[in-house]
């Protein structure tokens, strides 16, 4: 089994910033790819931000230049610092992993509960 856990969401005003943490932890054998991808009310899920291991770095553009995404590959940890924040940045935030469990299985895509960030004055 594989389990991602993200913490860090919460209530934020307008302009201020807040960092998303997920870890992976289980039977894993490598992690590739890990990102972020957020679902506001009435809205279809979207992608953030995404992280290969070995350090390519993909935003939407929506968030470019407000938003960083980062990993500790040592501990299979994604981060999301999210500054500048809006209202409509407001959404539940999941994070994924690529997570291959032995030298000859085949990477499965997991993904965490969601964390409720709400961007609000």
């Known amino acids: 089994q594989v389990q991602l856990v993200e913490s860090g969401g919460g209530l934020v005003q307008p302009g201020g910033s807040l960092t998303l943490s997920c870890a992976a932890s289980g039977s894993i054998f490598r992690v590739d790819a890990m990102g972020w991808y957020r679902q506001a009310p009435g809205k279809e899920r979207e992608l953030v931000a995404d992280a290969t291991s070995g350090g390519s770095t993909n935003y939407a553009d929506s968030v470019k230049g407000r938003f960083t995404i980062s990993r500790d590959n040592a501990k299979n940890t994604v981060y999301l610092q999210m500054n500048s924040l809006k209202p409509e940045d407001t959404a539940v935030y999941y994070c994924?992993?690529?997570?291959?469990?032995?030298?000859?299985?085949?990477?499965?895509?997991?993904w965490g509960k969601g964390t409720l960030v709400t961007v609000s004055s």
């Open positions: 994924n992993a690529d997570v291959v469990r032995g030298p000859a299985s085949v990477g499965m895509r997991y």
